[in-house]
């Protein structure tokens, strides 16, 4: 069966950091034929942290409810499911793969974060994303 983007078989991977349409990782994406389906947000449900010592820098995701969460920009891609397994694969710990929760509801495989991975990490949430807090701390340099 094709996806709205033409892939046959189709998986939709939400993003959230390294890997969003001109990040370092990206390259990763589209040398599997990954095709972007739409930028979007998560649920309010979510914080972010700038991960210490990640290499290239990367965010983590982590679900933690709808009372102290908020809702943090991500993107949406499509890829086929062989390419979605071999994806898998590259993905390092702490960072792992897990249902994340769209602002309209959807659920999707996407990025999250172990929770131990977040002690001592900088909440980056206020920014409400990665590429917000980067273009702020490149501007800060």
């Known amino acids: 069966m094709l996806s709205p983007t033409g892939i046959p078989d189709a998986i939709r991977l ?7 349409t001109g990040m370092p990782l990206n390259h990763q994406l589209l040398a599997l034929g990954a095709e972007l389906v739409r930028a979007d947000k998560t649920g309010p449900l979510y914080r972010l942290y700038d991960l210490p010592d990640a290499e290239p820098p990367k965010p983590g995701l982590l679900r933690v409810g709808e009372k102290n969460g908020r809702a943090i920009d991500v993107e949406v891609w499509s890829l086929a ?21 769209l602002s309209g509801g959807d659920r999707e495989k996407g ?7 977040v002690d001592g990490a900088r909440d980056i949430s206020g920014f409400g994303g990665w590429r917000s807090y980067r273009g702020a701390a490149t501007a800060d340099a």
């Open 111 to 117: 990025f999250l974060v172990e929770a131990v991975a």
């Open 81 to 101: 499911a062989a390419a979605f397994g071999a994806f898998v694969s590259l993905v390092p710990a702490p960072l792992t793969i897990g249902t994340v929760v």
């Open 14 to 20: 939400v993003v959230v950091g390294a890997h969003l």
